[in-house]
């Protein structure tokens, strides 16, 4: 099920959706988009104001890192 338009996202741009009420996180590559819980395990922190190092996204609040 799509979450929003394929244009709407900028390739190695963390970007926030919603599904079914779940925040999730997008982040295009290429002609790969990859998906994840928007929020930080550790604090809850955005992912999708953090930024793209690598394959890692990390977060805002205390520079912790996921993949």
Do not use: Q, W, Y
């Not at 244009?7 to 190695?12: G, R, V, Y």
């Not at 395990?41 to 609040?61: A, M, R, T």
């Amino acid at each position: 099920m799509a979450v929003l338009p394929e244009s709407a996202l900028a390739d190695n741009k963390p970007t926030r959706a919603v599904h079914n009420e779940v925040p999730i996180l997008l982040v295009r590559r290429g002609e790969r988009v990859f998906a994840l819980a928007e929020t930080c395990s550790h604090f809850s922190g955005p992912l999708s104001e953090g930024k793209l190092e690598g394959d890692n996204i990390v977060c805002p609040l205390h520079n912790s890192t996921s993949l």
